[in-house]
């Protein structure tokens, strides 16, 4: 059992685990009021693609509760506004969009019932989500692990375990499953410039649970491979077009090409909810640019002269032609993926 949890409903309220305060301290937010939540998703308190799917059903749901109208069709147009702000917290982790596209569906239709049976659905919806998570991420463990052989040097990239999700990881899923599998491998955690979710974040899920590590700079995977000591990479992602192509955090683009030139298989874990059906390749995935003070500071400190101007693309977009598999809550997709992924597009998709 993990000692810890990135997000719960907490009677009216939510608990989260401040991420920007870790690994040094372990500190619980309480939140009642939406907009903390935008607040939260918007500087990373709460991060990784389907935690923050999460946060918006809950934060949608925070929102429902302090609507104070009787008339349903009010009820309906002010919650619309508030899933609109919510939305607008960051771009490009299609989970949000998902996690907020099925709260509203679920208040039309109800759209004729009292007010507050429709503020119940959506509490029981958002924690009905993070139980749905967790079930989806255990068994995309259980699909996964196969790939993950005795004895490995496994790499990852920014941070995929039950931080960036409802409970138990993508990614980091995949490599729990196979540990719990009975599998002894060990893990090299790139340290994910410039927020360092590897070596926050990664490091300290990989401490708990017990798996051996070596954290590395971005910039040492080259060597590593030439050298012969990476056997597979495996990492998440945050959007995937209709054809594979895979917008996950800045610097896996860099990871898949190396894999690549040096046989080195690629994989990515992800929930079928990350697949955005209605783009067909990489290039319409909207990739965040965050403040250029997140590359010339570290933890706030300055590492940049004062007034450097600094690039800051929080994600980046890997081909799919450089992806071995996608592993998923239905098992591990092959290429072409225009056709495996196919028969999960849903009618209305
Ligand atoms: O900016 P972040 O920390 O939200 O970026 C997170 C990632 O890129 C993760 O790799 C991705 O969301 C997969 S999480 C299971």
């Given at each position: 059992m993990i000692p810890y949890c990135s997000i719960c409903w907490d009677i009216d309220k939510i608990k989260l685990l401040d991420q920007r305060k870790l690994p040094q301290e372990e500190i619980y937010l309480e939140i009642r009021d939406y907009h903390e939540v935008i607040e939260a998703?918007?500087?990373?308190?709460?991060?990784?693609?389907?935690?923050?799917?999460?946060a918006a059903a809950m934060g949608a749901a925070l929102g429902a509760l302090e609507i104070n109208t009787d008339d349903p069709r009010e009820f309906q147009r002010r919650f619309?506004?508030?899933c609109r702000e919510i939305a607008a917290a960051r771009p490009t982790a299609i989970n949000l969009f998902w996690a907020l596209?099925?709260?509203q569906?679920?208040?039309?239709?109800h759209a004729d019932e009292p007010v507050p049976a429709l503020k119940d659905y959506l509490v029981i919806e958002a924690q009905a989500m993070l139980k749905e998570d967790e079930t989806t991420n255990r068994r995309m463990g259980q699909a996964g692990q196969v790939v993950i052989k005795e004895g490995m040097q496994v790499l990852t990239h920014c941070n995929t375990g039950a931080l960036a999700t409802g409970a138990y990881g993508t990614a980091l899923g995949v490599l729990r499953a196979a540990?719990?599998?009975g599998k002894r491998f060990t893990v090299w955690v790139d340290e994910t410039r410039p927020l360092l979710q590897g070596a926050r974040l990664t490091t300290w899920e990989l401490g708990k649970l017990g798996i051996p590590y070596t954290l590395i700079p971005d910039g040492a995977a080259a060597t590593l491979m030439h050298q012969g000591r990476v056997s597979l990479v495996i990492l998440g992602a945050d959007r995937i077009a209709a054809n594979g192509d895979t917008a996950n955090k800045i610097g896996t683009y860099s990871v898949a090409v190396l894999a690549y030139h040096h046989g080195i298989p690629f994989y990515v874990a992800a929930p079928l909810s990350t697949v955005d059906f209605a783009i067909h390749d990489g290039s319409q995935i909207p990739v965040e640019e965050r403040?250029?003070?997140?590359?010339?500071h570290l933890r706030g400190e300055p590492v940049a002269p004062a007034g450097a101007q600094a690039l800051n693309l929080a994600f980046d977009v890997t081909p799919n032609e450089l992806i071995s598999g996608i592993i998923t809550e239905k098992?591990?997709?092959?290429?072409?993926?225009?056709?495996?992924?196919?028969?999960?597009r849903s009618p209305q998709e």
């Open positions: 998703i918007k500087t990373l308190a709460i991060r990784g693609a389907p935690a923050i799917g999460v619309l506004d508030i596209d099925r709260v569906l679920l208040v039309q239709a540990w719990e599998a403040s250029g003070d997140e590359v010339t098992g591990v997709l092959k290429p072409p993926y225009i056709s495996s992924l196919k028969p999960f």
